[in-house]
């Protein structure tokens, strides 16, 4: 069974960055889709940053130029790296596996940005 621990939360001020880990369990994170998802305070749950199995990157405009999505397949660990991060990116990121039919989620680490 796979599972993913998502870490790197925490209070930053705007304009400063962080970097997100989402680790996985099992053996399938090499052959798996990989995403980052958040989810604002009263808001539906959007979209961020998505990676392929083949390294393929595709963003949110939001981010767009600010956060930058990577993978580390020895060590089945995906990275967000925020950076010029803004109040409004305040929000718990959850990261996301695919490999159809399965979809896994993380628990969610908490982003606050705020001065």
């Known amino acids: 069974q796979v599972q993913l621990v998502e870490s790197g939360g925490g209070l930053v001020q705007p304009g400063g960055s962080l970097r997100l880990s989402c680790a996985a369990s099992g053996s399938i994170f090499s052959s798996s889709d990989m995403a980052w998802y958040r989810q604002a305070p009263g808001k539906q749950r959007e979209f961020v940053a998505a990676i392929t199995l083949g390294g393929t990157t595709n963003y949110a405009d939001s981010v767009k130029g600010r956060f930058t999505i990577s993978r580390d397949n020895a060590k089945s660990t995906m990275y967000l790296h925020l950076n010029s991060l803004k109040p409004e990116d305040t929000a718990v990121y959850y990261c996301?596996?695919?490999?159809?039919?399965?979809?896994?989620w993380g628990q969610g680490t908490l982003v606050t940005v705020s001065s």
């Open positions: 996301k596996l695919s490999r159809r039919p399965l979809e896994v």
